[in-house]
């Protein structure tokens, strides 16, 4: 799941963005007149968590438990009391003892992360029953979510969103397919409206998912097809390796059954595989630029779901970009360290020799030191790519979505919402 996902910086970029469709979240929170907030001490990180302290932390947990990491308590503490009443959970809120309101944006996208990370360590049934109760509570009509549910930044279901709630439920012991919206439609209908289908043309962009549709068409995005890509296969952002390699084959055409979720899911791997094949990775043009550069974060999670749906091979190049490429763009980050260690896991490679970095100790780094590691990170400067990747800076991505004309409103995880290659 990318990096950059957070629903709350979807929010902030949508005020400068009217009237245009949803786009990113950002690792980094943009300037603000005010003070940021004061860190707290059970968090990952040393940035603003204004628009991401949950999706970070969630993934710093789910990425430690994956490796065998116990993490310390007091950052479980600190996730599990980030929850409101009602089950849902905020991008970020300051005050724990002031309870939601109106006032507190409330994100799919976050709540789903902490499913997943709390669903895995275990011992927090209460809580992860209320979330999920709660995601459910504000299923869309069509199947689908949106990020901001029932809230002002609330632009209807969107493809990112809705698979990153179904990898979700699938990580607590639901079944997406019998998970279905008031009107009777599935959570898995709501997702493969999304798929672009046997008409799509160019043909290469059949299998791939769009965001949401623009102008009533659907675009092939990179981040949204993998995320759909983990729904479809019923797994979240923790992949068992899988000892079966197989190629990955493009959309089926005609569909043997398109209503099916594991098809629909090889399908965009299929786009995801011929996608990479271009340059070894995703890339994503720049405000102001003519050329697309490097999205770290979309080709991290583009290896995750194809090594998710069996095609190692097909996802080997774009690991050994990442292994080359990635230092700098994880450098102090939890959200896309663990990333990269669920990537790592993913696909079978060591994420304490992963291109010359202990990513373990990075992560151990951030944060509170888990219970009997050693936080010390080992890790070599890597130049190749001073290109910026994918997600680094909020502004950056408002920009890029206003210049876009696509605007800015998630993997989940806020995230670009267009065209990537």
């Not at 930044?153 to 698979?163: K, P």
């Not at 299998?207 to 092939?220: C, I, N, R, S, W």
């Not at 594991?262 to 595989?273: D, I, K």
């Not at 030191?369 to 010390?376: E, I, V």
């Amino acid at each position: 799941m990318n990096v950059r996902r957070s629903a709350a910086a979807l929010a902030a970029s949508a005020v400068l963005c009217v009237g245009v469709a949803p786009a990113a979240l950002a690792d980094t929170a943009p300037p603000s007149p005010s003070a940021p907030p004061v860190i707290p001490s059970g968090l990952y990180g040393k940035s603003d968590p204004t628009y991401d302290g949950v999706w970070r932390q969630s993934f710093a947990l789910l990425a430690q438990h994956t490796v065998g990491v116990k993490p310390a308590a007091p950052a479980v503490a600190w996730l599990t009391g980030q929850q409101c009443a009602n089950g849902s959970f905020p991008s970020f809120r300051a005050d724990t003892a002031k309870e939601c309101d109106a006032s507190t944006y409330i994100d799919s996208n976050a709540t789903a992360a902490a499913v997943q990370a709390l669903a895995a360590l275990g011992g927090h049934d209460e809580t992860v029953k209320k979330a999920v109760g709660w995601l459910k509570s504000v299923q869309n009509p069509d199947g689908g979510w949106s990020s901001n549910p029932g809230g002002a930044m609330d632009t209807g279901s969107d493809a990112n969103s809705t698979g990153i709630v179904i990898s979700a439920l699938a990580a607590a012991g639901e079944k997406p397919a019998e998970v279905t919206s008031k009107a009777g439609t599935s959570a898995y209908a709501g997702l493969l409206s999304f798929q672009l289908g046997c008409a799509a043309e160019p043909a290469s962009d059949r299998g791939a998912f769009a965001y949401q549709p623009v102008d009533g068409k659907l675009l092939a995005n990179a981040d949204a097809t993998a995320a759909a890509a983990l729904a479809g296969l019923g797994k979240g952002a923790a992949i068992v390796p899988s000892g079966t390699d197989t190629p990955a084959a493009a959309l089926a055409c005609p569909a043997a059954d398109p209503a099916d979720p594991v098809a629909a899911a090889q399908g965009a791997a299929g786009y995801l595989a011929q996608a990479l094949k271009k340059d070894g990775h995703l890339t994503a043009v720049t405000p102001g630029a003519d050329q697309p550069t490097p999205d770290t974060g979309n080709t991290a999670d583009a290896v995750i779901a194809l090594a998710a749906a069996g095609h190692k091979q097909a996802a080997a190049g774009a690991l050994e970009w990442l292994k080359g490429n990635s230092a700098a763009w994880a450098k102090d980050s939890p959200a896309a360290l663990g990333t990269l260690i669920l990537t790592a896991h993913a696909t079978g490679t060591d994420p304490k020799s992963f291109g010359g970095t202990d990513l373990v100790a990075a992560l151990n780094a951030t944060g509170p030191a888990p219970q009997g590691a050693d936080t010390d990170a080992t890790s070599v400067e890597n130049k190749k790519d001073d290109k910026p990747s994918g997600g680094q800076n909020i502004w950056w991505i408002i920009g890029a979505g206003a210049a876009a004309g696509m605007g800015i409103g998630i993997l989940l995880s806020g995230r670009r919402k267009k065209n990537q290659l």
